[in-house]
């Protein structure tokens, strides 16, 4: 049975499309196992390192506790990868901040250019494509798991600016993908056409009406003119009332008008975007999605945690400065409450015409551009991976021992079904996919 069916049948039984995904999955109906399962991919960034005394589990295995930066993930302990080790091996042009960002999804060297960093020789955009964005396409190049979009880009607190710190999602090479971080736009792009089409229909409404009573006062010959445009009307209405094949299955989110966007209202503008995710996943709009809050050298001021100092001013600071410390603890503490966030979300919704939830059949990826803030490294970049979408044994934290990070992008392709031998820069390739099964 495929979706347009299961739909007409879920109307002939008198039950609402938004009540799908919590019939669908009854096997006595037959509606469970009727598509391929879906797997979806998202990657949520954070900028400036990490704390590793507060971030890093201290023992290796399933028998491990999660530190105070995690805690807010406690309640998906057992649904986590932590991957410790992994090292972003890129060099080249560009500093540390610029190739741990545009770098970190693509895998890939800069290209010389005229953007100059804090040290280090100038550079440009990335070489290649990311990893997201790869995984899109490979999904889109296939029947059973095209959508809509393929991928959507979200940001949070993301500036105007086009550069190398800015953008870690790219089409293909010198091609950088720009997250949309205004949630009204990113709305707008979702729902605007569904919007208008509605808004159409309910004028052909009152042209339909108008049409009538005018007709009861006019000439013969004037009403077989009258008729032929009500017919227009009519065809009009049977073209924008076909929506079968784009019928929502759970309405947009509703939000209040008029949060600007600006460093103090970040935190709802993050739980807007992480709702216009969740929702365009139940309505299968996209199966590949990236959440960037702010970017590298970001120097959001997080009023809402009572700290004054911008973020990547306070990462750059002594190992032995406590109140820094504290802070930057806070601020990926955060950051890791809206990864909760959006995991709750994804658990609590059944998956659509499949079974579990949409976090069994999504895996995030939660990253950064640096190991650690104050001394730019590129070793031990944070990989923590959530959900099971991608069919990787969770539950554990691992010891990944200096493995070059585009050997997880490799994993990623590979647990979606495509086999890719290299990813980037082919020497960086070398060992081939993670064993995360």
């Not at 930057?328 to 990864?339: D, H, M, Q, Y």
Request: glycine share 10%; proline share 5%.
């Amino acid at each position: 049975m495929n979706p347009l069916d299961r739909r007409q049948f879920i109307r002939d039984i008198g039950v609402s499309t938004a009540a799908l995904p919590f019939i669908t999955g009854l096997p006595s109906l037959g509606l469970a196992a009727t598509t391929p399962r879906r797997q979806r991919l998202v990657v949520m960034f954070s900028p400036n390192g990490t704390i590793p005394k507060n971030f890093w589990p201290d023992a290796t295995g399933s028998d491990f506790e999660l530190k105070e930066i995690m805690k807010p993930l406690a309640p998906f302990r057992d649904r986590m990868l932590v991957l410790n080790g992994l090292n972003n091996r890129v060099r080249g042009d560009g500093d540390s901040h610029m190739r741990g960002m545009s770098c970190l999804l693509t895998g890939i060297e800069l290209f010389p250019g005229n953007i100059q960093g804090g040290s280090d020789t100038p550079a440009g955009w990335a070489k290649g494509i990311s990893i997201d964005q790869e995984i899109k396409n490979f999904f889109q190049s296939r029947e059973a798991t095209r959508t809509r979009f393929g991928s959507l880009e979200f940001g949070v607190g993301v500036s105007d600016r086009a550069d190398p710190w800015t953008r870690m999602s790219y089409a293909g090479s010198n091609q950088p993908v720009a997250p949309t971080d205004d949630p009204y736009q990113m709305y707008q792009k979702l729902y605007g056409q569904l919007r208008d089409r509605d808004s159409l229909l309910s004028i052909l409404d009152e042209v339909r009406d108008d049409l009538d009573r005018v007709s009861k006062k006019i000439s013969a010959e004037d009403r077989r003119l009258l008729e032929e445009h009500a017919g227009f009307v009519r065809q009009m209405e049977q073209e924008f009332g076909r929506v079968d094949s784009n019928a929502l299955v759970s309405n947009p989110p509703k939000f209040e008008a008029g949060i600007t966007n600006q460093n103090d209202n970040v935190p709802r503008l993050s739980r807007m975007q992480i709702d216009l995710m969740v929702n365009s996943f139940v309505n299968d709009f996209a199966r590949v999605g990236t959440l960037q809050y702010t970017k590298s050298v970001g120097q959001a001021r997080m009023n809402w945690l009572n700290i004054k100092d911008g973020h990547h001013g306070l990462s750059h600071e002594s190992d032995k400065n406590e109140d820094a410390v504290d802070k930057l603890t806070r601020i990926n503490k955060w950051f890791a409450s809206e990864l909760a966030y959006l995991a709750k979300r994804l658990a609590e919704i059944p998956e659509p015409g499949g079974s579990g939830s949409l976090l069994d059949n999504t895996t995030i990826l939660w990253t950064n551009e640096l190991g650690k803030g104050n001394n730019h490294t590129l070793r031990n970049i944070p990989f923590v991976l959530l959900g099971e979408g991608l069919g990787f044994k969770m539950g554990r934290s691992l010891d990944m021992k200096g493995a070059a990070h585009n050997r997880l992008h490799l994993a990623m392709a590979h647990a979606v079904g495509h086999h890719l031998k290299t990813f980037g820069n082919k020497k960086l390739s070398q060992g081939g996919p993670l064993s995360l099964a």
